[in-house]
T-cell receptor, first 114, second 113 residues
Framework: GAGVSQSPSNKVTEKGKDVELRCDPI?????LYWYRQRLGQGLEFLIY????????KSGLPSDRFSAERTGESVSTLTIQRTQQEDSAVYLC????????????FGSGTRLTVV | GDSVTQMEGPVTLSEEAFLTINCTYT??????LFWYVQYPGEGLQLLLK?????DKGSNKGFEATYRKETTSFHLEKGSVQVSDSAVYFC????????????FGAGTTVTVRA
């Protein structure tokens, strides 16, 4: 597509439930990132996918968080047993191959855990 | 570790006022520096960048100069418009982590007519 698409745009869930967030990157973009933005804070790196290489999961805050990506297409970020501190905007970005600057961000998913 | 510190917002200005958003950084080596902007309801977009000391990035009337001696990359615009209302993020990328961006907390700017 023309841009990075994320769904849902808003999600309210009860504490303890699992949630799945989706990211559709720009077609042909081999690199995909997930970031988290808590209220009043900067973007926090979560995970990075590059082609068929092993992902960099160093930013995932706990084992409740996981992400998958099939090839160079859609990615899903799953949060199990959600906690109130998981409330944040989750942003996805993609970029082409080795380009260092060409991030394109989606509009994000605002997750609220009640 | 690498980090970026931005001036806290929110910032409220009148049209045609001068805007400065301060950004300082801590990094290993020589980072590349960026300003991203997020307009209401949209994703982050790259506004401008600078890759080495004394470089000036510019776009849409905004400018920022990479100052190695003060480890700063302050964003400026001489005459803001209502359409500049957005959240602005300073970010850096270092050679040791060349695929990751480290972001500041963001500064919300509101320009009133």
């Amino acid at each position: 597509g023309a841009g990075v698409s994320q769904s849902p745009s808003n999600k309210v869930t009860e504490k303890g439930k699992d949630v799945e967030l989706r990211c559709d990157p720009i077609s042909g973009h081999t690199a995909l990132y997930w970031y988290r933005q808590r209220l009043g804070q900067g973007l926090e790196f979560l995970i990075y996918f590059q082609g068929n290489s092993a992902p960099d999961k160093s930013g995932l805050p706990s084992d409740r968080f996981s992400a998958e990506r099939t090839g160079e297409s859609v990615s899903t970020l799953t949060i199990q047993r959600t906690q109130q501190e998981d409330s944040a905007v989750y942003l996805c970005a993609s970029r082409a191959g080795t380009a260092h600057y060409g991030y394109t961000f989606g509009s994000g998913t605002r997750l609220t855990v009640v | 570790g690498d980090s970026v510190t931005q001036m806290e917002g929110p910032v409220t200005l009148s049209e045609e006022a001068f805007l400065t958003i301060n950004c300082t950084y801590t990094a290993t080596g020589y980072p590349s520096l960026f300003w991203y902007v997020q307009y209401p309801g949209e994703g982050l977009q790259l506004l401008l960048k600078a890759t080495k000391a004394d470089d000036k990035g510019s776009n849409k009337g905004f400018e920022a100069t990479y100052r190695k001696e003060t480890t700063s990359f302050h964003l400026e615009k001489g005459s803001v418009q209502v359409s500049d209302s957005a959240v602005y993020f300073c970010a850096l990328r270092t050679p040791s982590n060349d695929y990751k961006l480290s972001f500041g907390a963001g500064t919300t700017v509101t320009v009133r007519a």
